[in-house]
């Protein structure tokens, strides 16, 4: 009786374990390879699926995402002789289990090392300046040997990116002067532009003020002008609109002479030869308010003669 239990518990047991391996549930992005007795027999997609237990063997089970794989610095000579050291990284992507489980013993080793040789050829034909500056040549021409190279092992080469390129300690040092000193150049060009720049603009300032204030004399004067030539015709239609006589301007001729002479620097004055005429008209408006002034009393129009006019003779200080 406790033979059979015994017995009994085996077999439950081997059910147990028959059904475990006979299910198998593949997880999603994930590929699983079957063997039957050491050949291939299959591969397992995603989700659950049925094997023959103690028969099919899971060889392997790979990731079908994509993946990220950073490389160490690798030593690379240019053409130029110089040797630097440059970081890749790797975006692949596994596309086909099978290729990638037979086809190649370690895909992560063999793409490290293919990357690092066709680093070496590409790196080989440029010079030191023209590396550090063709990142997206350098990573185009890697990726293209790459993805051809690796297509037959079931991977996909997404991207191949560089992530630091170091040049030999005095290089860059030799580098940094250079940049440095390119600055300092930069800086000095820029430096005498603004001065330039600034001189030119406050010479066309000054242009534009001396221009403008050329223009205000220029219009002041003329209205100036302007004003006096209507000051001028006012006054003359002013006179003329009155009808002065010869009397009227006589005495307004006799009026000016004395502001002829005002200063102290005034030591010589000439008189006009004009002023006989108006001593003449005065004399002639002075005669005819002799009898009103007069009366009775004696003078020319007391005799009934008429007096002849006495030419001063002005002086001359």
Not at 45 to 59: E, K, Q
Not at 203 to 208: H, L, R, V
């Amino acid at each position: 009786m406790d033979a059979i239990i015994i017995v009994l518990i085996i077999l439950v047991v081997l059910v147990f374990v028959a059904l475990i391996k006979t299910i198998q549930v593949i997880p999603q992005a994930s590929a699983a390879i079957v063997e039957r007795f050491g050949r291939y027999t299959r591969t397992l997609n995603a989700g659950l699926n049925i094997v023959v237990p103690f028969i099919d063997t899971i060889r392997n089970r790979v990731d079908l995402r994509e993946q990220v794989v950073p490389f160490p610095p690798q030593p690379v000579i240019t053409q130029d002789n110089l040797v630097v050291n440059i970081d890749t990284v790797i975006y692949y992507q596994v596309t086909d289990a099978r290729a990638a489980t037979y086809e190649v013993a370690s895909y992560i080793q063999a793409i490290e090392q293919l990357t690092v040789t066709t680093l070496r050829n590409i790196i080989g034909g440029m010079d030191l300046e023209r590396t550090l500056t063709s990142r997206e040549e350098i990573n185009a021409a890697l990726r293209g040997v790459l993805d051809e190279a690796t297509g037959k092992w079931g991977i996909r080469v997404n991207r191949v990116e560089l992530k630091a390129i170091e040049p030999p300690t005095s290089i860059q040092d030799s580098m940094e002067k250079q940049m440095r000193a390119d600055r300092d150049k930069r800086a000095a060009i820029l430096q005498a532009e603004g001065v330039r720049q600034s001189e030119i603009l406050r010479a066309e300032g000054e242009k534009q003020s001396s221009i403008l204030r050329a223009e205000g004399e220029a219009k002041a004067a003329a209205l100036r002008a302007e004003g006096e030539a209507q000051a001028i015709r006012t006054v003359f239609e002013s006179i003329h609109a009155g009808d002065p006589d010869q009397k009227l301007l006589s005495y307004q001729y006799l009026q000016m002479l004395p502001k002829i002479a005002e200063g102290d620097a005034n030591k010589l004055w000439i008189v006009p030869s004009e002023i006989g005429d108006a001593l003449k008209g005065l004399g002639g408006a002075i005669g005819n308010f002799g009898p009103m002034a007069g009366g009775n009393g004696g003078g020319p129009a007391a005799t009934g003669k008429e007096a002849a006019p006495r030419r001063e003779q002005p002086t001359i200080d």
